[in-house]
């Protein structure tokens, strides 16, 4: 008798194992995908406490401050944890922890919004698949359910209002005309390049001044050091630095300005030098077969070896890149080449983002009051200023004119234990994170200076967005493909003919696939909203 | 009323009934997770959104066979379709015969230190993930720094390092041979277990007949893992498209594949991926896998008809 109770109780209790087993992880995702009424109405009562105030700022004792999920969907995000100095006071001010998020993978924001599970706060790029009603909350519709006033520029509000008229983000790194002319040390990032200072000045420090002058450089490191691979590109940056130089859009997707019409990325005439050229230097071997293989930092490796001379990467790879060759020990150091895009016939690019990645408040944030306030906050000057350069008087000060902040540490290498700057990224203005490269004394903001000169904004060309599942966003997604499948061929085309002939053969099957459709859309679109932007452009507020 | 079996089944279930919880168990995991997730299916012929999250699988609209018609008329289909179907082939031929001719030789080794060494060394690269196996490949056959390339070079067999991760002319043949190398040690654990089953008086009736080794391979030990050999061959055709002895063909072409090789490296599986999570395309993606699961299907009937013809065995 005793033994059957045992069996049946063993039995039961390996059912029920089993079973646990294959649903547990189910389980727990199953109960997260609803925001936590108890939890949420935790957050609630925190908030009609409003914490204790000491002189007009709040203070949120242990229990009030709540944890939310913060998910960064950028898989190089350089903080996963909310530590330090910096979102301590953050906490301090707003009662808030976030177990932050980075995706392993650019994939996961896509399966996140099909699970229905988006956390309390999400920061990426995809604006027009986050701005949709179901599945974040829309910044009005929350500012009026709190009573609280939004205070957003008429042009950044115009700029990012997303096709259903409603406003669910502010992108980074935009601002308005009348916000920048206050601030003449502003200048736009974009792609740099640097090369070996030692090898260069072995061979005798001959003049950058365009790409004939970098190629016959090109050639004397080809020939005087065998070793070494003369040029490689950047996998995330895209060689975007050539194709500036060549007046080529080193933008992969969206549309481009050509004659006052809006036209896809891939039919830019300006690439067709870009791939000669290319082509050129991939038959006179200044570039490897592997540099096209790769996904990730391997030409940032090839440098610190040794075996590299020219990168084609950012504007900061200078200051980027020096200090990591200090750590292995080299015995050589890069530096960036500032003067080409001013001295090159034909460079030339267009600011024509709106902002390229946002804070969005998911439907299943649990407490959309508290977070709307952090939002606000992290937009404002005071916001922007804490989170990407620290506390004045601590990490920096103001100059004399109040023109620029002069910050006590390297603004492209800060101390990953404060937690200063990157979660700044995550809200900051047009303005803000160029500020700093002004006092930092690098070579990054001379480069950008530079970049500046040859640049043209127009954020319209930002907004040209196409529907998440529109038949215009799949006709794009696939010339992305076509570019970046065909690219490669092109330049590793066995003669200039047949470089030629695989570029035309690409713009043929673009049109073919329907680029002109997109043209016909977009051009719709462009002559409205530009009309509507040249009015109110230079608004003061 | 029951019927006398109805009722003998019933008494022998109720008998059984602890063991039959514990099967029960099993069964509903496998319905909730192999057989539910079927319904899902329905999406590859609606106008599903992911942003209309669960809900919009019942409520998008139908669109019948839409998608299925932007997949073939997709510019690369030809090109996909080819490599799927190539690649595939090409590593069922080369990875089915390696494990039975690698079992067949370790069977006749007569040193066994010898023979556990060579097994254990030919199933460990089954361990190693595709993407260590991608490094591993890279230090290798890297037109740089890659072992084989310098040698090559340094012999003067080639002019200069032979692009074998980034040409599409190297492509197959690297996968195909990666996937020998890798899976071959594994499968044929298989065949050795199925050699180790056959009586060994045939052997030695056998060799009271005068057979020599080759003789006795033939007559005695293929004829006896013939069944064992059906069943692992219609396996693999089933899930040929998907790599089948090989290994995942998603991984290695995932894993393997770049721009530069991308007209011999992109399959059905990478595209789906990158269309489907990528940009947010489930119902087109779940339209691409469903082709290849009617196809996947329709070869394990014709694989298993054609087995039964020919040797009167096969798995149904």
Known sequence: MKKKTVQKMLSVILAAGLLLTGCGGKTDAGAEQKSDPEQASAGTEANEAEGEETGGEKTWSEDEIITLKLFCDEVWWPYDEWSGRIPDIVTEKFGIKFEVTVPSDVNQLNMMIASGDLGDLVCSGKFTRLSDSNICYSLDELAQEYNTDLNIHSVMRFVNTADDGKLYTQMVGYSPNSVLEGWDKVVYEQAGMVIRTDIYEELGSPALNNLDDFTNLLQSVKENYPDIVPFAYNYSFTNDYIKILCGATPDEEGFVDVDGKAVPFIMDPGLERYYELMNDWYRKGYMTDENFAWTGTEDEELMISGKLFADSFYSNSEDLTNPKLEQAGADFRVQLVVDMTRGQEGAHWTQGTAGWRGLFIPRSCKDPERVLEFCKWAWSDEGQELLLWGEEGVDWNWDEDHSYPILNYDFEAPNAEDGVKYWGWMCHDGKANVLPGYGNGGSTYDARVALTEICDANPVMGMLRMGADSNEQVIMDNLKDLYMNESTNIITAKSAEECKEKYEAMLEAARNMGADQLTEWANEKYGTLKAEYDKIKDNKE | ?316
């Open chain 2, 1 to 316: 009323m029951m019927g006398k079996g109805l009722q003998s089944t019933w008494r022998k279930f109720r008998k059984q009934w602890q063991l039959q919880i514990i099967a029960l168990a099993g069964m509903t995991i496998l319905f909730l997770f192999s057989y539910l997730p079927l319904f899902g299916i329905i999406i590859a012929f609606k106008n599903y959104s992911i942003n209309m999250g669960f809900a919009g699988i019942f409520e998008s609209e139908w669109v019948g066979l839409k998608w299925f018609r932007e997949i073939f008329g997709f510019y690369r289909f030809g090109e996909i379709l080819k490599n799927t179907l190539v690649l595939s082939i090409l590593k069922l031929a080369l990875s089915f015969p390696a494990p039975i001719l690698l079992a067949l030789l370790l069977s006749e080794m007569r040193c066994t230190w010898f023979k556990r060494l060579v097994q254990t060394v030919s199933y460990l690269p089954n361990f190693i993930s595709w993407v260590l196996l991608y490094t591993i490949a890279t230090a290798f056959l890297n037109t740089d720094t890659g072992i084989i390339n310098e040698i090559l070079v340094n012999l003067g067999l080639v002019n200069a390092p032979v692009p074998f991760l980034t040409s599409p002319d190297y492509f197959y043949g690297v996968s195909v041979f990666m996937a020998v190398w890798k899976n071959s040690g594994y499968w044929a654990i298989i065949f050795l277990a199925a050699i180790a089953g056959i009586d060994s008086q045939l052997y030695e009736a056998a060799d009271i007949d005068g057979a020599g080794r080759l003789a006795k391979i033939w007559h005695i030990t293929l004829p006896g893992i013939k069944a064992s050999v059906i069943t692992v061959l219609i396996l693999s055709i089933g899930s040929l498209l998907g790599g089948g002895m090989g290994g995942s063909n998603f991984e290695q072409a995932y894993i393997f594949g770049n721009t530069f090789n991308n007209s011999a490296s992109e399959i059905l599986q990478t595209y789906s991926f990158k269309t489907g999570l990528s940009n947010g395309r489930f119902a087109y993606a779940t339209a691409v896998d469903l082709i290849q699961s009617v196809i996947s299907i329709l070869l394990i009937l014709i694989s298993n008809w054609g087995a039964k013809k020919t040797t009167g065995e096969g798995i149904f």
